[in-house]
């Protein structure tokens, strides 16, 4: 059972992953829309597709009155989603700081190369109390990132990864894995010599899960 603080920060993250899901959702909706009336959706580079300029594109949409009137309805309740979403972000923040000992983990959590606050906030709520932790390697086995195995006399055969535990942290650890290949040469060392080890189609996606699982382990 986790200690009142751990449980009170998981109810927080927990509440920012729905939030966060719903503005998701509402991005689809909006694409789907415009897809079923045959609008282009306004034009911009990967990554940017929901600044403020496109979502001000898609408020000047030439369509139907009716299609007007639903594509406002989902630009108003994603705004409202995204307005929560910075709110609780807020409240994550806020919440750590007043506690010495959760914001010192959280800053030790930010030390690891593609660790940031939402990932760190993320795992302090799963995990709960650090001194409960026996094994470093227990993380990885609690975050799914570890490996099946069937073992048969001297053999032992590894398939894909258990995908045990919460599978929204698991793919965070995944994204975070992402970014600290690009900041940390070891890993991105390891990255490359996994992907070697490993069909081409697969490669990349093996490395990175076995990069997500070295994070876990630091």
């Known amino acids: 059972v986790p200690s009142p603080i751990y449980r009170e920060l998981r109810h927080l993250t927990q509440l920012r992953d729905t939030v966060v899901r719903e503005a998701a959702a509402h991005k689809q909706r909006i ?70 000992e959760l914001f010192q983990s959280i800053e030790y959590l930010m030390s690891i190369p593609g660790i940031g606050w939402i990932v760190a906030s993320q795992l302090l709520a799963r995990m709960g109390d650090w001194r409960e932790i026996d094994n470093v390697r227990q993380l990885g086995s609690f975050l799914g990132l570890v490996p099946t195995e069937n073992s048969t006399g001297d053999s032992v055969d590894r398939g894909s990864i258990t995908r045990a535990g919460d599978g929204r942290l698991r793919s965070k650890m995944i994204q975070a894995a992402w970014s600290a290949i690009r900041q940390d040469g070891e890993l991105r060392e390891f990255y490359r010599s996994v992907c070697q080890r490993n069909p081409r189609g697969k490669g990349a996606r093996i490395a990175i899960v076995a990069v997500a699982r070295k994070l876990s382990t630091r």
């Open 31 to 100: 694409k789907a829309l415009l897809l079923l009336e045959g609008i282009g959706f306004p034009p911009a580079t990967g990554g940017r597709q929901w600044t403020l300029r496109v979502k001000a594109q898609l408020r000047k949409l030439r369509c139907s009155r009716t299609v007007r009137f639903k594509l406002d309805q989902l630009l108003d309740s994603l705004e409202f989603c995204e307005k929560k979403v910075v709110s609780s972000t807020k409240e994550i923040r806020r919440f750590c700081k007043e506690d010495a």
